[in-house]
């Protein structure tokens, strides 16, 4: 599946060197790094995806096989590989299982407050179920759509995020797969089986928020054993939403990996 993809790069500069790419998290979009692709933009080829389901990629079935399957088709055609890929949450897992399954695309990874491990999205499991039951009005404005959403939505932060995903005005629709991310979640928030020695040997960088619980030490040595050359920064003052919430220290730490 060839996703839709936002390409930005400088007017003068070194294409010579490996794009970067981002994936958002999950009832994300391309644009959530978009500050960030700006950023390094300036300098690097850079491409934004939006995942199968999100944004206005087209959509089917989810799983991590799958999505990396869609990445690597994707950033082939774009004559984009190798690449530095940079995933947040659902994004993240896609990325290090595109490292694993096909690790010459990837020349190096960045992987934003998740683990290579069943957990995470606790929060969406239920809310997913719970949007895709809420029966869409014939109308709805954007603070009609706060007040829908608030049935079953009480954190603002999810509400906006949520809101992104919806096309407002007559006859209202979600612009995301709901349905087909519904049926996925036990995917998403599970990991697939990897067979034993496969593992990815490019640099890694795991940036966790110090306020998240999506990496433990107890993910340690499954981090080891897939990604032998990992290192973990914690942004201490961040959450699960870390690029978000501390984007200054994350450019930072992201800008440091790249340079190296």
Do not use: C
Not at 202 to 215: K, N, V
Not at 237 to 252: E, I, M, N, R
């Amino acid at each position: 599946m060839l996703l839709n993809t936002i390409e930005l790069g400088p007017e003068n500069g070194d294409l010579s060197r490996p794009p970067v790419v981002f994936l958002h998290g999950l009832f994300g979009r391309a644009r959530n790094f978009g500050f960030f692709q700006r950023r390094i933009a300036a300098t690097r080829r850079t491409l934004a995806l939006d995942l199968r389901n999100h944004g206005k990629s087209p959509h089917g079935p989810m799983d991590y096989p799958t999505m990396a399957a869609d990445v690597h088709e994707t950033l082939a055609a774009h004559n984009a590989l190798p690449a530095t890929v940079i995933g947040h949450s659902m994004g993240g897992k896609t990325a290090m299982m595109l490292a694993l399954q096909h690790p010459a695309a990837v020349h190096s990874l960045v992987v934003a407050d998740i683990a290579p491990g069943q957990g995470g999205f606790a929060q969406y499991n239920q809310l997913a179920r719970e949007l895709a039951a809420l029966p869409l009005p014939g109308f709805l404005d954007r603070a009609g759509a706060e007040a829908w959403l608030g049935q079953v939505i009480a954190d603002k932060p999810v509400r906006d995020l949520m809101l992104m995903n919806l096309d407002l005005g007559e006859n209202p629709h979600w612009n995301i797969g709901i349905n087909e991310i519904t049926a996925s979640m036990p995917a998403i928030v599970g990991w697939p089986a990897i067979a034993p020695g496969i593992h990815y040997d490019g640099p890694t960088l795991f940036i966790a928020g110090g306020r998240s619980h999506y990496i433990q030490p107890d993910n340690y040595p499954v981090m080891r054993q897939l990604f032998p050359h990992y290192r973990l920064d914690t942004i201490k003052d961040a959450g699960h939403w870390v690029h978000a919430q501390a984007p200054a220290a994350f450019l930072a730490l992201v800008d440091a990996f790249l340079s190296t």
